[in-house]
């Protein structure tokens, strides 16, 4: 069995999911999970906020825009009566809900989930209708979170081994991203998430690979947004891939690389439009020397707790963190003086009532617009600290850590800053990049 996943530039166009549909063609044991075609994820949360900020028609209007435009994406794919009577039902289906039924932030998932429910629905059919024998699974039967809303792999794998329509062989297509919360409710997993359930999903079926189809020749060691003339790096580790991800490497999903690595399923990112391309390979060990790859984190925020209480005192970070876990704050990157500690947080909702709490251990300061950068690589190689900090030596650099792996070294400083500092890391690392990748 084998996993591949398609995000929504690969699907995004009827010659689009052609070439998609002919890489599916190719295997005969595969479970493939569909995105939402580019733009639908985007255009269906514009719908939800037009619900909650409008009213009802406005939202249906916005919805009946993007009904048309799918349509129109997919005319000249396959006849109508192969893909419209299940994709109407989907599309009444939530146009009822808006209409009749006040807007709340559960049902807004059931929006959401549209895009990748249609989506997969055309693709299936495409692929039946070209000759290839396919099934259709619905990915809320299988995906289910529990309590901490994480997705269980062992209960995946149940729901995979009950599922009657699935039978560890033959061909399957379903969703990404969209699950069902511990109460049983239509539900999404975060932004970019089909990543995630593609993973899931393999580790729960015991897939011998994971195939991550996009629309770029694999993991780049900078942000091709930002950088040009980045270069694709040929084989990642575990470690590395999923430090990257979780720093702001937007082709994979943060959570995505947990799954592959508990069970030893080497991922492999490949680009639609260049099938020939090597791609990254992604698993335990990878030839790692040098400076790897260059990611940036945006949306941080930094919280600063200041206190002569902590000069030489036991218990007192212990006190920090728990008030962090109360409020149920992540916290990314964490540094320490004598007297101070500053922590990242990705989300300033809920802020104000932990800061009060904060306040009881000292002085709180909070600063907003904020970008973590993470430079991957072997930190401790005689030098390369030295080289990487002479290259932001002109940024204000708010916090520093090198990871305690020591194949990281994060730095936060003003979201301003962050196209410039990418590009002069870039410049700094591109030689051994080369060499690197010459060998590659
Ligand atoms: P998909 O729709 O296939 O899931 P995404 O848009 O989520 O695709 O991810 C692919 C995009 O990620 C690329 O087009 C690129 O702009 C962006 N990206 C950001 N960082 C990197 C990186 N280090 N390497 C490759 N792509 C990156
Ligand atoms: N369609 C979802 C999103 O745009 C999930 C994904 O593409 O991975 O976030
Ligand atoms: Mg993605």
Redesign the pocket.
């Known amino acids: 069995m084998q996993i591949i996943k398609f ?4 699907l995004g166009s009827a010659e689009r999911i052609r070439i998609a549909a002919d890489i599916v063609r190719e295997q005969n044991d595969c479970i493939v999970v569909c ?1 939402a075609m ?1 733009g639908m994820t985007n255009a269906l949360v514009r719908v939800t906020e037009l619900w909650e900020q409008k009213g009802a028609l406005e939202a249906i209007e916005a919805l009946q825009t993007l009904r048309a435009d799918f349509y129109l994406r997919i005319a000249d794919l396959l006849p109508e009566e192969n893909y419209m009577p299940a994709a109407a039902t989907l599309f009444d289906e939530v146009i009822t809900l808006l209409k009749d039924i006040p807007c709340n932030e559960l049902l807004k998932h059931r929006v959401i989930a549209l895009g990748e429910q249609v989506t997969s629905g055309v693709f299936n059919s495409y692929l039946v209708f070209t000759g290839k024998s396919s099934v259709l699974l619905d990915a809320t039967t299988l995906l289910h979170l529990d309590k901490t809303q994480e997705p269980d792999v062992e209960d995946i794998t149940r729901r995979l081994q009950s599922c009657s329509e699935y039978t560890s062989s033959g061909v399957y297509v379903t969703q990404g991203f969209i699950c069902r919360d511990v109460h049983g409710s239509i539900c999404t997993l975060s932004r ?1 998430g ?2 995630f359930t593609a993973t899931l999903l393999g580790a729960a079926s015991g897939a011998e690979k994971i195939e991550i189809w ?3 020749d694999g ?2 060691n ?4 930002f950088v040009q003339q980045t270069e694709p790096i040929r084989e990642l580790s575990y470690t590395e891939a999923a430090e ?1 991800a979780y720093f702001g ?3 994979l999903h943060p959570s995505c690389v947990r799954p592959a690595r508990e069970k030893g399923i080497p991922i492999a990112i490949k680009n639609t439009l260049q099938r020939d391309a090597r791609g990254t390979t992604i698993q335990s060990e990878a030839p790692a020397f040098g400076i790897r ?1 260059i ?1 940036a984190k945006d949306n941080i925020n930094v919280l600063r707790i200041t206190s002569g209480r902590m000069f030489n005192a036991y218990g007192f970070l212990a006190k920090v963190f728990e008030i962090f876990r109360d409020h149920k704050m992540a916290v990314d990157v964490v540094t320490t003086s004598e007297v101070s500690v500053s922590v990242t947080i990705e989300s300033i909702s809920g802020v104000l009532p932990l800061m009060l709490d904060l306040e009881k251990l000292g002085r709180v300061n909070l600063e907003t617009k904020r970008t973590i950068i993470c430079v991957v690589g072997d930190m401790l190689r005689p030098g390369h600290m030295a080289e990487v900090m002479q290259q932001v030596k002109d940024f204000d650099i708010r916090m520093v850590s090198l990871g305690a792996s020591s194949n990281n070294i994060t730095f936060v400083l003003p979201a301003a800053q962050k196209a410039a500092a990418l590009n002069a890391l870039h410049h700094l690392f591109l030689p051994v990049n080369e060499k690197m990748v010459m060998s590659g």
């Not at 900078?222 to 947004?225: A, G, H, I, S």
């Open positions: 995000g929504g530039t690969s995105s580019s970019g089909s990543d996009t629309d770029i993991m780049h900078n942000d091709p947004r990257l490497a937007k082709i790859a990611a």
